[in-house]
């Protein structure tokens, strides 16, 4: 039976649009949205599923500005109908993507991200599953207000939780301490929790701003850190420290002289930044004391988008750090 849910696709390359010129050679995208969906069996049952290829590229070659040209397609995808609207790309970028489409996302209707970890080619490709998935997410209207979300191997991730964590594994993408919102199973979605959405980022007013992550590492005496910092290029620094948010002495004195904004981070990947236990030299206390905005439950990367998005609309010093604090606040 037809759905008459309405449902928008977009594929922006990576592996699951893949195919080897010869055998042997590495795989590089060439498949389109329509030639991809029309190998896909059951799809009208689900929904009624308009495809457009918007590009063909690996995730690891995807801008700034090619995520607000997915933006834009998926609000036109609403104002024409929709129901929601699922974004195929490569899994290199796939977190960042969602988030960053996460912070500018207004609508209640579903936005859903997925991807493949394996080429068409390979035994037990799991993109047509993925897909599949991801176009039942974004048709079903008990996935609305969920914000943009990530769908692969049959779980539900929040944009905002949600990491790559593995190479290869079909179940490289997790979501830490709090997990999956849901998963799907003998094709129906089961919701485990749901989460409190921030309010939208307006989209920047420019989208070159520049800001640098740097991790720590062991031994840092700090020049990296002082290099970055007095570039005239550079507009923000994310700072992904050890630990809790901690650094080595010679980079807390880089953060305290720095003239641009420095978000405290951890490299950890999971669990919050601390702000308040403890108080040596390169301490979160301590970076915070020298002007360091500490960002919560964000994980580095995610930060940093969320930043240079803030510095892309010059937004006054008060407001990032009040934008921040919200955003991090929130698991």
Not at 189 to 196: F, M, P, T
Not at 324 to 330: E, L, N, T, V
Request: hydrophobic letters at 45%; proline letters at 5%.
């Amino acid at each position: 039976m037809t759905s008459t849910r309405r449902v928008g696709v977009a594929t922006l390359g990576g592996t699951v649009t893949m195919t080897q010129a010869v055998p042997g050679a590495g795989v590089v995208p060439t498949v389109g949205a329509e030639d991809l969906l029309s190998a896909l069996p059951g799809l009208s049952d689900l929904a009624q599923v308009s495809a457009e290829t918007l590009f063909k590229k690996p995730g690891a070659s995807l801008t700034i500005d090619d995520v607000l040209a997915v933006l834009a397609w998926g609000e036109a995808c609403l104002g024409a109908g929709a129901d929601g609207v699922v974004v195929v790309q490569g899994t290199d970028t796939l977190e960042e993507v969602a988030y960053l489409l996460d912070l500018l996302w207004t609508h209640d209707q579903p936005l859903v991200l997925t991807g493949a970890m394996r080429a068409p080619h390979h035994l037990s490709a799991d993109g047509a599953a993925n897909i599949t998935a991801a176009v039942r997410v974004a048709a079903s209207a008990g996935c609305s207000g969920l914000g943009v979300t990530v769908v692969m191997d049959e779980e539900i991730h929040a944009a905002r939780r949600v990491a790559k964590r593995d190479t290869a594994a079909l179940s490289a993408f997790s979501s830490g301490v709090f997990g999956p919102l849901g998963r799907l199973h003998e094709g129906r979605i089961s919701l485990a929790n749901r989460i409190v959405r921030n309010p939208a980022v307006a989209p920047p007013g420019r989208s070159d701003a520049l800001v640098v992550l740097i991790e720590s590492t062991l031994g840092d005496r700090g020049a990296a850190a002082e290099l970055v910092l007095a570039s005239p290029a550079v507009a923000g620094v994310v700072l992904a420290g050890f630990g809790a948010g901690h650094v080595t002495a010679e980079v807390a004195e880089a953060v305290a002289r720095s003239a641009v904004p420095v978000v405290l981070a951890s490299r950890t990947g999971s669990g919050p930044v601390f702000e308040e236990t403890y108080g040596f030299p390169g301490s979160e206390q301590d970076l915070i004391a020298k002007g360091a905005i500490p960002c919560g439950w964000l994980q580095a990367r995610k930060a940093r988008l969320l930043l240079m998005l803030l510095l892309g609309n010059d937004l006054p010093d008060t407001h990032i750090r009040r934008i921040i604090a919200a955003h991090g606040g929130q698991p």
